[in-house]
Every structure is written in C-alpha cells, then in structure tokens.
C-alpha cells in the first residue's frame, strides 16, 4: 500500500450514508473501498478563529497509555476559560473494530492469516484506520466538534503521509468549510513496569473481558509484538519532511510526552498565519499538559504501578485475603509471559 492511495478521502457532497458489507473473515463487517464522506452543504466561511478545526493525531504503541492520555487532554482543555468550549471527541479505531464486529468481542486466532494483528493482515487494520479517520473528517466537516483526537497507532510513515495527505487536500478543498490544523501527539513509554502493568489494564478491555488472564496477556503481547515490529517513532526529520511537503502554509504542531512525562520529549510548533487568540491557547493548553504531565498525572500514577507490584499492603478480611492471592496469581502470570527477556525484544525492534 503506497501513500499515495492510502487514503482516498473524496470531497464530494454526498446524501448516501456509509454502506456496510458483511465480511466473513474474522468476523467483521468490513466497508467497501469506494468510501465517500457524507458531507452537508453549508455557507462557506470567512477568516475568523471559528474556520479553525483540530485534529490531534496520537502515535504510538499499544500499552503506552494513549487513549488515557486523550481523555486527560480532553479534560485539560474543558479545565481551561479559554478553551472550555471547545467541543471535543475521540474517535479510536479499535473501538470502531469492536463495533462492527459481529460478536463485539475479539475472536482468537487459530493461526497467523487469522491474526488480526498479524503483520500479514495489517490491510484489514488499515482498512479500519481509514473508515475511523473518514468518520472523524466527517464530524468536523458537518461542525459537529471543534477538537478530535485520532486515537489509533498511526504507527507506519505510510500511514502517517495518508493522514497528512487528506488533511491537505481538505484544506485546499474549494468545498471544505474549515481549516484543519494538525497536531501530532506521540506517546513514548520504555519503562518495564509500565508497560508490564498497561497490558495487565488491557487485558480487562472490552478485547478481553470474557478471556482467562493469562490467555489474555498472551494475546496481547504477541498483538505487542506485531506492532512494534512495524512501528517507527515520528521524528523531528519526519516533522521538517511533512512540513515542506503538506504543510508550509499550514499551522503544525508536534509533542512527544516521553515515558509519563519524567523525560523530556521534543515540542515544535510551526505557526504559518497571524496567531489568533484560540488557536494559540489550544497550543499552550497542550503545552502546559505536556510540560506538567509528570507532577499532574506522571508521579500519581508511577506510585500506583509501584504499589500493584509491591502487592505488600496485608489483608484485613477474608474477602481481602482472596483478592490479594488473585491478584499474586495474576502478577506471577505476567511477569512469567512480560519477563525481562520480552521487554528487552521490544526495545531492540525499537532501535532497528
């Protein structure tokens, strides 16, 4: 799949809605190739701040916490005079993927062409990265918010330059009512426990609820795998390289929160018209979440992995007894399936 036609946004006008086709492997009920959003005509509008619409592309591995980071973002934003109006929402691909499925749970695979997550398959994963992506345009074309966050890996330059594209055609669209301003968010975590204890969290998901734990853990760290085998971090080249090619007269944004803000991570602006007011205080909210993510959000929650694998507070009741031996159980599992030799595998694909 090349960029060039990763993403064929079409800016038509169009009253049909989306059609679903049943697929019947793995069972879920994919869209046609032939997608056309479903816009509503409305009075073009002029040079003022309301044209402006954001879209903050989130990157980064699974168990990294970026869909708990979205909402802390939402809620900064809601938290602020300046931008507490501004109507926010998430759209995130596995949540799409669970909706069209037939049996709204994941369904595990006998072999790798089964795999969802297989990097032989990672066509069907686009596929719903592309629909996830066109319902979000939709959204903001029909004003129906002023501030999305792209909740997927958006974890390929492929991916990313199809993402970048459509945003630029949109806003060179005669048609398009707004201009789309891109934010890229990456979400970087390389600390063991971290992550040991984000897979622990995804294995409660809606993927898993009704799975043993330790067929969940192992499921999800082979879905881990998979992924980062094929990810590549977004980088401050990669940032020039998008701006001189999609984006020169473009307002652009970049932010790295790096292991739950206790590094720091990179933060480029690129301001391509005069600042105005709402724009510049989307950006410094962001900014400021970022900046003092470890003392707001960080520390709170590296307290909180500490405490889930120290497991040493003693029980008051038999009811308390019983939860902690689940719990011991539950922690030998997976630290025998995340040991030190798995993290280690990760981080060497990481630095490939």
Do not use: W
Request: glycine share 2%; aromatic share 12%.
């Amino acid at each position: 799949m090349t960029e060039e036609n990763y993403f064929n946004i079409e800016l038509e006008r169009s009253t049909s809605n989306y059609r679903y086709n049943d697929d019947d492997d793995n069972n879920i009920v994919m869209l046609p190739d032939d997608l056309v959003l479903n816009y509503i005509e409305k009075p073009s509008v002029n040079t003022n701040e309301s044209i402006y619409k954001y879209i903050v592309i989130l990157v980064g591995l699974p168990a990294t916490g970026k869909s708990t980071i979205a909402h802390q973002l939402i809620h900064s934003l809601e938290a602020n005079p300046l931008t507490t109006n501004l109507r926010c929402e998430i759209f995130n691909a596995g949540k799409l993927r669970r909706e069209m499925s037939l049996t709204n749970t994941l369904q595990l695979a006998n072999s790798a062409s089964e795999d969802l997550f297989s990097l032989q398959n990672i066509h069907k994963k686009e596929k719903f990265a592309q629909m996830t992506f066109q319902r979000l345009i939709n959204h903001i074309d029909n004003d129906m918010c002023d501030l999305s966050i792209f909740d997927a890996t958006n974890s390929t330059l492929e991916r990313r330059q199809g993402l970048f594209r459509s945003i630029r055609h949109y806003n060179d669209h005669i048609s398009s009512n707004f201009i789309l301003v891109p934010i890229v968010f990456q979400v970087t975590c390389l600390n063991g426990d971290i992550v040991r204890y984000n897979i622990h969290q995804k294995t409660f998901n809606e993927d898993y609820f009704d799975k043993p734990y330790r067929v969940a853990v192992k499921d999800f760290a082979k879905r881990l795998v998979n992924y980062t085998k094929q990810f590549v971090p977004f980088t401050i080249t990669e940032f020039n390289d998008t701006k001189s090619k999609f984006f020169n007269n473009t307002d652009y944004f970049f932010f790295n929160l790096l292991n739950n803000g206790m590094d720091k991570g990179e933060i480029l602006e690129s301001f391509s018209f005069e600042r105005h007011p709402l724009l510049e205080a989307v950006i410094k909210t962001i900014y400021t979440f970022v900046t003092s993510y470890v003392s707001t959000y960080g520390y709170p929650y590296v307290k909180k992995v500490d405490d889930f694998f120290k497991l040493n507070q003693p029980a008051q009741s038999k009811l308390e007894l019983l939860a902690n031996n689940n719990s011991i159980s539950n922690l030998n599992i997976l630290n025998s399936i995340i040991d030190q030799s798995y993290l280690n595998s990760l981080r060497e694909h990481l630095q490939k």
